[in-house]
Nanobody, 123 residues
């Protein structure tokens, strides 16, 4: 069955860095665009970053642009989110998601979701 398993979350001080990973299985990873979203309690899930199925195109949410970098390794069925210059407002549960073929920036466009990994940034 389809599985998306995030890892790499944790606690970090403001200005620090974290690298999230999402390991995929159960579908043809190289044919899916991959996205990262984040959510805090009481708020809607927010788009952070996405990468096209071949990795040639990326999109970023305004709040993370210039600080986060999304990448993928199709040989390892894994997508990454490098997060630098972290701020307390980046604290959230981060989810990876898969969308067949086309790049997407909204929750409803994605078919498969992971369980999330918590990121906490202290000031």
């Amino acid at each position: 069955q389809v599985q998306l398993v995030e890892s790499g979350g944790g606690a970090v001080q403001a200005g620090g860095s974290l690298r999230l990973s999402c390991a995929a299985s159960g579908f043809t990873f190289s044919m899916y665009s991959m996205g990262w979203f984040r959510q805090t309690p009481g708020k809607e899930r927010e788009f952070a970053a996405a990468i096209s199925w071949r990795g040639g195109n990326t999109e970023y949410g305004d709040s993370v642009k210039g600080r986060f970098t999304v990448s993928r390794d199709n040989a390892k069925n894994t997508v990454y989110l490098q997060m630098n210059s972290l701020k307390p407002e980046d604290s959230a549960v981060y989810y990876c998601a898969a969308r067949f073929m086309g790049l997407g920036t909204s929750v409803r466009e994605y078919e498969y979701w992971g369980q999330g990994t918590q990121v906490t940034v202290s000031s």
